[in-house]
């Protein structure tokens, strides 16, 4: 557990960049801190591995105070990823990994072995290892970035901005592998971003923090959205967060039956205005229209892939949306990628409604989160 | 002309003997490489230090370019009669030479040494910083192998400033090929004073080349190679 205690950095005298703040970010979890820019982000996270010296309050890591042990050691148990990936271009992708356990005493075979193995987790295999950083990809920087952090299998890691410099789709891709991979190894990870979706999607707790570096809320995605502690949080968690607080909510939907058509296959007497196609292995692929197919086969022209497929035991947000894709009208559900049914968007409306909004106990505004912060 | 300097550089006699041009091209060579290796060591801790601590910046650049405005063939004199008297033998004739091309020698060296590591990018050296490398670490791990290209450039560059320069200091009685030149001149020997000349270029071009390489062998191909292989 990493937990800051009153925590408080002034570059200039009298105008403090984070101002007393307290915040516990458990073990094993995800912590985010979010905010808008200058509000102290960079700055709380470089405290924790003592880039930056706090002017007052202190920095505890499992208990132990980071004052006290020397700060390049303290980096090495701390693993750091930065915006930019900040590898260093003289080195090759798998020299560039090996640099911590190396810095550690490992010896070369011992560190080679580990780093092909962490270049193979963030999707690096092979000869990615013999490349220089030059020849690689923005996404795949980072992906190295990420590898070179995990190496030494540090029990924290700090990232500031990991994902922020990389197109959108990449990092989605990066987002993802981030939440297998901390899900997999159980590494706490304190993470900085000014991105509140992002936030949301990787935080087990998030931090929001106003301009002065002040703790504005310190609660789940969840209340965070449901339950804004003020005018700021609401206004900085943004307009549709009705709709994304429907991320995660779960309830049971009736999932009607579908007959589905097989691709490869003629419609035979079909005559339903949407008819939807699966592969052989009824995995659904798209609908057709029976009148654009005609007497042949169905094939793979045929398809309209507009509808968006949810997991039948998926959150009501993904649900919700499989529904109102779809052309038909009827959302496609699968388990385990196998067709299980469809729902229907009415119904999904109404479940919300019945639903339990989420509920406030486990809310924490700012006071509540100074008061976690005392010592037992 | 072409002829006469032609036949000049190609008369076996020029060629043999202690005056002759391969023994005049080693010593020229020689007096070369002591001077830039006196400027290097002065020259390279400087920029190192600069260059990793940000510190003396202003007074850096200030320094190099007053060193580039001094003259040389004054300087040259200068020191010959200042040190002269203090010293006897060999030392009393290459000493000041020495001094006047390691002075000149340090400029380029000091800005390629300096700007080399100012250049390396800032995420990286945070990177090496978070992850607990020491200051010397970074400094040698990172920040030295990232800033080779240019502090080669400037050793190289230091070299033909000095190989150039070193032309001059027959005026003082050295030897190296600016022999060729003074005496030539004193002589009216004109064929001889451009082959001297001519030598001075092609010696400065393959010296380059050998440093080229050594470059090329020392420096990262991921520092160069910033697109696809
Ligand atoms: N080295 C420094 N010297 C002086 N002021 C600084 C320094 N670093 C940061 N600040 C100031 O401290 C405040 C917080 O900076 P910080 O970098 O922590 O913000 P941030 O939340 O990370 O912002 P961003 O989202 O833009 O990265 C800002 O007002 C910034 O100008
Ligand atoms: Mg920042």
Redesign the interface.
């Known amino acids: 557990m990493i937990r800051l205690e009153g925590v408080s950095k002034e570059y200039a005298a009298g105008r403090p960049a984070v101002d007393n703040l307290t915040l516990e970010a458990a073990t094993g979890e995800i912590t985010v801190l979010v905010g808008p820019s200058g509000c102290g982000k960079t700055t709380s996270l470089r405290m924790i ?1 003592r ?1 930056i010296e706090p002017t007052s309050g202190r920095i505890l890591i499992d208990g132990r105070d980071t004052a006290r042990v020397p ?8 693993g ?1 990823v ?11 992708v798998l020299h560039n990994v090996m ?2 356990p190396r ?1 550690n005493g490992w010896g070369r075979a011992r560190a080679e072995a580990r780093a092909r193995e962490v270049l193979e987790m963030v999707g690096l295999p092979g000869d990615f290892g013999r ?5 690689l990809s923005g996404g795949q920087q980072q992906r190295v ?1 990420v590898a ?1 952090a995990l190496a030494s299998d540090p029990s924290v890691i ?1 990232m500031d901005e990991p994902f922020s410099a990389v197109d959108p789709v990449a990092r989605e891709g990066l987002q993802d592998d981030i939440l297998r991979l901390q899900a997999e190894l159980g590494t706490t990870i304190v993470l900085v971003t000014h991105d509140i979706d992002e936030a949301i999607k990787l935080g087990h707790r998030v931090a929001v923090l106003r301009q002065g570096g002040v703790l504005a809320q310190f609660s789940s995605p969840a209340d965070l959205l449901a339950h804004p502690a003020d005018d700021f949080v609401a206004d900085f968690v943004g307009r549709d967060r009705g709709y994304r607080a429907l991320s995660f909510q779960h309830a049971d939907v009736p999932v009607h039956p579908e007959e589905p058509v097989r691709l490869g296959q003629p419609l035979g007497r079909r005559s339903e205005e949407w008819l939807l196609a699966v592969d052989d292995g009824s995995r659904p692929q798209g609908w057709v229209v029976p009148a654009e197919v005609g007497e042949g086969p169905v094939r793979v022209e045929h398809l309209h892939r507009a509808g968006t497929v949810a997991p039948v035991d998926g959150a009501l947000r993904a649900l919700l949306d499989a529904a109102l894709s779809s052309p038909s009208g009827r959302g496609v559900v699968v388990r385990d990628g196998v067709l299980a049914g469809t729902v229907r968007a009415q119904e999904v409306l109404s479940v919300i409604q019945q639903a339990p909004r989420p509920d406030g106990a486990s809310i924490q505004g700012p006071e509540s989160a100074s008061a976690t912060g005392q010592r037992p | 002309m072409i002829a006469t300097i032609w036949a000049w550089l190609s008369d076996p006699t020029n060629w043999a003997g202690a005056g002759g041009i391969p023994a005049q091209s080693l010593e020229h060579l020689r007096l070369s490489l002591i001077a830039l290796l006196a400027a290097a060591l002065v020259a390279v801790p400087i920029g190192l230090y600069v260059g990793h601590t940000g510190r003396g910046r202003v007074v850096l650049v200030n320094v190099v370019s007053a060193f580039r405005a001094i003259p040389s063939l004054g300087v040259l004199f200068i020191a010959a009669l200042l040190l002269l008297p203090h010293l006897r033998g060999n030392l009393a004739f290459e000493l000041p030479s020495l001094i006047v091309l390691a002075v000149l020698g340090i400029p380029p060296i000091l800005s390629g040494v300096y700007a080399g590591i100012e250049q390396v990018d800032p995420a990286a050296r945070d990177a090496a910083r978070g992850m607990g490398m020491t200051g010397w670490q970074r400094l040698w791990q990172v920040e030295v192998p990232c800033a080779l290209p240019l502090i080669c450039s400037g050793l190289r560059s230091s070299m033909m400033q000095i190989i150039a320069t070193a032309t001059i200091a027959a005026v003082v009685g050295l030897g190296g090929l600016g022999r060729f030149l003074i005496d030539g001149q004193a002589n009216r020997k004109y064929d001889e004073m451009a082959g001297g000349a001519i030598l001075v270029a092609l010696l400065a071009l393959v010296v380059d080349i050998v440093f080229s390489l050594v470059q090329r062998a020392v420096v990262s191909p991921g520092l160069a190679s910033r697109g696809r292989t």
């Open positions: 591995n880039m700060a390049a050691t303290l980096r090495r148990d701390i750091y930065i915006q930019h990936a900040g590898l260093f271009p003289h080195r090759t640099t911590v810095l490349r220089y950083p030059g020849q970035g070179r700090l």
